[in-house]
C-alpha cells in the first residue's frame, strides 16, 4: 500500500473520526469561550498524531482492510483533494463561527464537511 493510500484509508478509521470530531467540537465550544491556545490544541494535536499513528506502517494491514470495504471504494471515488479541502473549510467555518459565537456560521460549517463525505450521495 503505497503512502498516498494510506493517507486516504487512514481517514474511514473509525478511531481518526472520532479523534477527529470529538476534537473538532471540543476546540469550537473552547474556541465559543475564547480560549484559543487550548482550543488550537485539543482542535489540532490529536487528529495530527492519530494520522501520524495510522498512516504508519504499523497499521497498514488495518488499513488494508478499509480499501477493500464498501466505505473504502466510496471514499477511493469520491473524496477527492478538493473534498478534503471543502472539509477544512467546513472545520475553519465551524472554529470562526464559535470564535465570533455565530450559531449559524458554525452549523453551516457542519453541513459543509457533511456534504462533502456525502459527495458521492448527491
Known sequence: MTLA????????HPAKLLIDWTAGLVA???LW???LASALVVG???PV???AILISDYFEPALQHY???AFGRYVARHMTRGMQGLRLVGLVLIWWGSWHQRL???ALGVIVVLAAWARGLW
Request: proline share 4%; net charge positive.
Open 49 to 51: 498524531c492519530a494520522s
Open 44 to 46: 489540532l494535536l490529536p
Open 104 to 106: 449559524a456560521v458554525a
Open 67 to 69: 480499501r477493500t470495504s
Open 28 to 30: 469550537a465550544g473552547l
Open 33 to 35: 469561550q475564547h480560549h
Open 5 to 12: 493510500e494510506r493517507v486516504l484509508y487512514h481517514q474511514i
